[in-house]
């Protein structure tokens, strides 16, 4: 889920299970969806996006679902391994009205942590 | 390829001076961007371009500027530093056509 203070809200899975990571989007008008991944010391990472007018994508062990009715977004990762720990955001865009690639309103980020 | 390259990767500042953060990509990318990241409020977008001579701004651009004189290059000038622009910057780009923004490896600036 999402944060409002300092403290990322952390998820912890064994190697191997399944994770689900969500996130609240704000803006109704949003038809664009993004997930990073960011390691420690590094710059996020593209992971998987998903259009407003489809409700789930898959890519390889990832797997996006996106409720507009509630407007909630979650990610779940298959498999879990330990390189899979990191902080993962969700970002969120209304392309009509940015017209562009630029203005994504990223959320605060979830901490997966994987335990062996 | 390089990618998004950032220089330097860490900096300290006295409160008023000035710097400038470097961004470089060999994408081709016509849109770059650059955010702040701070503990528990995610990634905020300062400036941004969609091409070379242009750019506008984002969410927090105030006490920073930015030019596109190229296509490579989008450097962010802190003009006068204050301690509330500690953070970690990103610099970013991505093509026009499509969303997925690369980062770069990010600068760690701290303002005393």
């Known amino acids: 889920g999402e944060s409002v203070g300092l403290h990322l809200p952390t998820l912890s899975v064994q190697e191997g299970d399944n994770s689900i990571i969500n996130c609240a989007y704000s803006n109704s008008a949003s038809d664009y969806f993004i997930w990073y991944k960011q390691e420690s010391g590094k710059g996020p990472q593209f992971i998987i996006d998903?259009?407003?007018?489809?409700d789930k994508r898959q890519g390889q062990r990832v797997t996006v679902l996106l409720n507009k009715t509630v407007k909630h977004l979650s990610l779940q990762i298959a498999a879990t391994q330990p390189g899979d720990s990191a902080v993962y955001f969700c970002?969120?865009?209304?392309?009509?009205?940015?017209?562009?690639?630029?203005?994504?309103?990223f959320g605060t980020g979830t901490q997966l942590k994987v335990e062996l | 390829n390089a990618g998004v390259t950032q220089t330097p990767k860490f900096q300290v500042l006295k409160t008023g001076q000035s710097m400038t953060l470097q961004c470089a990509q060999d994408m081709n990318h016509e849109y770059m961007s650059w955010y702040r990241q701070d503990p528990g409020m995610g990634l905020r977008l300062i400036h941004y371009?969609?091409?070379?001579?242009?750019?506008d701004q984002g969410e927090v651009p105030n006490g920073y500027n930015v030019s596109r004189s190229t296509t490579e290059d989008f450097p962010l000038r802190l003009l006068s530093a204050a301690p509330s622009q500690t953070s970690v910057y990103f610099c970013a780009s991505s093509f026009s056509q499509t969303y997925e923004q690369y980062f770069g490896p990010g600068t760690r600036l701290t303002v005393t």
């Open positions: 371009s969609v091409g070379a001579g242009i750019t």
């Open positions: 998903i259009r407003s007018n489809m």
């Open positions: 970002a969120e865009m209304d392309s009509i009205l940015t017209g562009g690639g630029n203005k994504l309103t």
